[in-house]
């Protein structure tokens, strides 16, 4: 797979598919521009070569046709304060105005397309609509690894029609940081796995288990761990129908003589909300009424423990409700557990997503090894599957 500094691209227009999927506020503003700021060095290195670039991306989920709140124009003062020059815009994708812009193109410029997505075309894969996309570049560069396990028109089957085509950076050290993860990890190879359903996370869970030397359990699936061990748990998330795959996922840990760590207490709601009353309980003997919301502080101290004393550490999911400040406290020792261990030596990779989000909602995306921009494609390239986009590029 060729990456951005195996090709020129003076007097060439690269097609790049970026993930510019921001969330916005009510005014249509950029709240956390962490994925338009990571697709800026793949920018001015085609730049600064003397070429253009055509930027193409999907925002929200559409749908069917164009919603104002879902424009990518939204994008689009963030991108030029960014890239420190002005950017055009083509309020659609494809068509006359695209075509007549993306023509006119003079080496140094940009031009952000409209959301992909206000084409159903986009998610199906289409070959005419790819087509049409490929027309408006030279060469394809695929710097948004977030899609990259979707094989959707601009992500894989536009690959197709241009022969020059390669990763951005952002690709490039996503794959470069997760191989070094799943190939290469130094022990103790610590995972930190949470989030609410054990359900989305069980192919992941099952491939680490033959890697890692300590799996840490965190977040809403924990609750189903203590039911299937016997536990109350009040009314803590539980997946009733994976009681069974959690006494398995057990057993398999032992017998892989991997150390699975169940936090022992958790700082409990009475509802689930951000005024709830709290009490910190035994994850075994649950009140009736209550509810888990995050882990409490015997967990955090030995799940802290585990961390610092790891060399390579992988995590996914938050520990508990950490959108409400009553219910932080476990995620935010767990990121703040990473960190020292990182300043020690370790190599830590954040897994997108939620976790992602809570790195950076505490200050800490800095002071660990790598944050991925990708959620669902890295947990999918995890498990061992093929991703589409990245396969195209081959």
Not at 108 to 126: A, I, M, Q, S, T
Not at 265 to 289: E, H, L, R, W
Not at 308 to 317: A, F, H
Request: aromatic content about 8%; glycine content about 10%.
């Amino acid at each position: 797979m060729k990456t951005l500094n195996d090709i020129s691209f003076k007097n060439k227009r690269a097609l790049i598919r970026v993930d510019f999927n921001v969330p916005l506020d009510k005014n249509f503003v950029v709240t956390d521009d962490t994925r338009i700021r990571a697709t800026i060095p793949t920018l001015k290195k085609i730049l600064a070569d003397g070429g253009s670039c055509v930027l193409m991306s999907h925002l929200g989920r559409p749908k069917g046709g164009p919603e104002e709140k879902y424009s990518l124009k939204h994008t689009l003062s963030t991108l030029q304060t960014l890239i420190e020059r002005p950017v055009q815009f083509a309020a659609d994708c494809m068509g006359a105005e695209a075509d007549a812009k993306a023509g006119a193109l003079k080496p140094g410029e940009v031009l952000l397309l409209e959301n992909l997505r206000f084409y159903k075309e986009e998610e199906k894969g289409d070959e005419s609509f790819a087509g049409k996309l490929a027309s408006l570049g030279d060469v394809y560069v695929n710097d948004a690894f977030g899609t990259a396990h979707r094989a959707h028109a601009s992500t894989t089957i536009v690959a197709k029609f241009l022969s020059d085509k390669c990763a951005g950076y952002v690709m490039a050290a996503e794959l470069e940081n997760a191989r070094k993860v799943l190939e290469h990890a130094e022990k103790p190879f610590t995972a930190i796995m949470g989030g609410a359903k054990i359900s989305d996370k069980i192919l992941i869970i099952e491939k680490l288990l033959d890697r890692v030397n300590h799996l840490v359990i965190g977040g809403g699936m924990a609750y189903t761990f203590f039911k299937a061990m016997g536990g109350s748990i009040g009314k803590s998330l539980v997946e009733e129908d994976k009681l069974n795959l959690a006494k398995e996922l057990i057993q398999k840990a032992k017998s892989k003589g991997v150390e699975l760590h169940l936090p022992m207490d958790s700082m409990a709601g009475d509802k689930f909300d951000a005024d709830a009353n709290t009490q910190i309980v035994n994850n075994y003997s649950i009140p009736d009424g209550w509810m888990g919301m995050d882990i409490g502080p015997q967990a955090q101290q030995v799940i802290a423990n585990v961390i610092e004393g790891s060399r390579t550490i992988l995590w996914n999911g938050p520990m508990g409700v950490f959108e409400m400040p009553k219910f932080s406290s476990g995620t935010k020792a767990v990121a703040e557990a990473i960190v020292r261990a990182t300043q020690k030596g370790a190599f830590s990779l954040i897994g997108g997503g939620d976790s992602a989000a809570a790195v950076a909602q505490f200050g800490y995306s800095e002071k660990v090894s790598y944050v991925s921009t990708g959620g669902g494609a890295l947990l999918e390239y995890f498990e061992g599957k093929v991703l589409p986009g990245v396969q195209a590029l081959g």
